[in-house]
Every structure is written in structure tokens, then in C-alpha cells.
């Protein structure tokens, strides 16, 4: 029984600089450097069993590489796009839940979106806006701003406070009993 037939793979002097570039480069992925060994081997040799017994890989390795590499040349050593199951979310809807997640606030009157409350909003699951949200680095619990009350007396009331800090009436002391984490004297 003999072995796969020989197919003639010849290079040009820029395709050999580009695969020479990538297998030298440390910063080239492994299966990329791989790829293009067996590219460059088969070149050199012309023939499969030389070539998997020189870098340690299979016969059918080597005839996969190098069938993709005369199919296609240099884009063929990269990695093809796999199958599965096709996306449901829509752009349309990806968008809806970033806008709505970065302006607008909860309608319950929470101070922030959670996974639940925006997925009930949106119509979705709590992984899929979980998901979302670290693939787009969005935390809305994490506020990084400065948050201002929407009570109607906070300027009034920020005034008696730190008028208390400012000037303490004479032989009293002042105590923060409920202290807010944003507003600190």
C-alpha cells in the first residue's frame, strides 16, 4: 500500500519570507508556527511520511496543510471559521440593551440595572446580559461618578451638615450616625 499521492507545492519568494517570518517570530501562535513548518517542510521534501516524522506530527496533518495551503495559499493556514449554533440576538437588539443599560435608569426606581431587572426589561436571560455586559466591560453596579440625591432638599441639608462640621455650636459634638459612603465630612 503505498502513501498519499505527492502534489508539487512551490513558493513563491514572498509567501517562503512570510512562513520563514512566522515560524522565527516568538510571538506567533503555536498551531500558526506549525502550520507553516509543514508548509516549509513539504516544499523542501515533496513528500508527506518525511515530513510528519521530521516535525512529530501525523500523515493526515500534513496532507491537511498542505491541501488548504495550495487551495488557498497563505490565508489558508488560518484558522476556518467553526460551526455552531447561530447567533439569536440581533444587532438591533444588542444595541437596544447597551443603549438601555448606559441611559437609561431601572423604571422600579432602583439605583442601577441588575442582570435580572435588564433581562425582564430587554426580554431575555440574566446570562445573556450578564454575557453582554463583560464582553462590552459594562458594570452598572460599579457607579464611577459621583452620585447627586434627587431629593428636593439635599442642598438645605448638605448645608446644616457641614455647617455642624464648619462651626459646632459650643460644647457639643457632632456625630455621623448614618454616614453615606459618597458623602463623607
Known amino acids: ?15 517562503r519570507a512570510v512562513l520563514t517570518g512566522w515560524v522565527r517570530r516568538p510571538t ?3 498551531r500558526l508556527v506549525q502550520r507553516s513548518s509543514i508548509v516549509l ?4 521534501v515533496g513528500a508527506v511520511a518525511p515530513v510528519a516524522r521530521r516535525l512529530g506530527v501525523s500523515a493526515p496533518t500534513v496532507l491537511k496543510w498542505r491541501d488548504r495551503f495550495l487551495a488557498e495559499r497563505l490565508d489558508g493556514l488560518e484558522d476556518a471559521p467553526r460551526p455552531g449554533r447561530p ?16 441611559q437609561d435608569a431601572p423604571p422600579n426606581g432602583d439605583t442601577h440595572w441588575s442582570t435580572r431587572s435588564m433581562a425582564a426589561d430587554q426580554g431575555l436571560n ?10 462590552f466591560g459594562l458594570k452598572p453596579h460599579a457607579v464611577d461618578s459621583w452620585k447627586l440625591s434627587k431629593d428636593p432638599d439635599f ?6 451638615i457641614v455647617g455642624l ?21
Do not use: C, F
Not at 440581533?90 to 440593551?97: M, P, R, T, V, W
Open 1 to 15: 500500500m503505498s502513501g498519499p499521492a505527492a502534489k508539487p507545492l512551490v513558493l513563491s519568494d514572498h509567501e
Open 28 to 30: 506567533s501562535p503555536a
Open 41 to 44: 517542510a513539504y516544499a523542501e
Open 87 to 102: 447567533r439569536k440576538l440581533s444587532d438591533e437588539q444588542l444595541n437596544a440593551l447597551i443603549t438601555r443599560t448606559l
Open 126 to 135: 440574566q446570562t445573556q446580559v450578564s454575557r453582554i455586559w463583560r464582553a
Open 155 to 160: 442642598v438645605d441639608k448638605v448645608r446644616d
Open 165 to 185: 462640621y464648619m462651626s459646632p455650636p459650643q460644647n457639643a459634638l457632632v456625630l455621623a450616625v448614618d454616614e453615606k459612603s459618597q458623602v463623607q465630612a
